[in-house]
Nanobody, 123 residues
């Protein structure tokens, strides 16, 4: 079983930055690809970014490319999402997810989920 705990959300003004963290425990960290997703009220869960188990090639959604960066620390068993140039439309609950094998953009392909951390961007 894998446990994921997100942190780092909060309220920020447009143009500001936040760094989200997701701590992974329960299984070998490098066996799992990690993804960030977000869900705004009344909307479907949307892919944000993903990184494979060993690091390396990352995937970012077009809406965040150039502003958000996913990374992982395989010593601390933690994945990060650095969010810069935040916009009001980035407001959502941000969730961390894990799956074995390669990174994926599909929420349904992930086996484990955290509870999420709220990000609110004011205009």
């Amino acid at each position: 079983q894998v446990q994921l705990v997100e942190s780092g959300g909060g309220l920020v003004q447009a143009g500001g930055s936040l760094r989200l963290s997701c701590a992974h425990s329960g299984r070998t960290f490098t066996d799992y690809a990690l993804g960030w997703f977000r869900q705004a009220p009344g909307k479907e869960r949307a892919f944000v970014a993903a990184i494979p188990g060993g690091g390396g090639h990352t995937i970012h959604a077009g809406s965040v490319k150039g502003r958000f960066t996913i990374s992982r620390d395989n010593i601390k068993n933690t994945v990060y999402l650095q969010m810069d140039s935040l916009k009001p439309e980035d407001t959502a609950l941000y969730l961390c997810a894990a799956r074995r094998d390669s990174a994926s953009v599909l929420p349904s392909s992930y086996d484990y989920w955290g509870q999420g951390t709220q990000v609110t961007v004011s205009s």
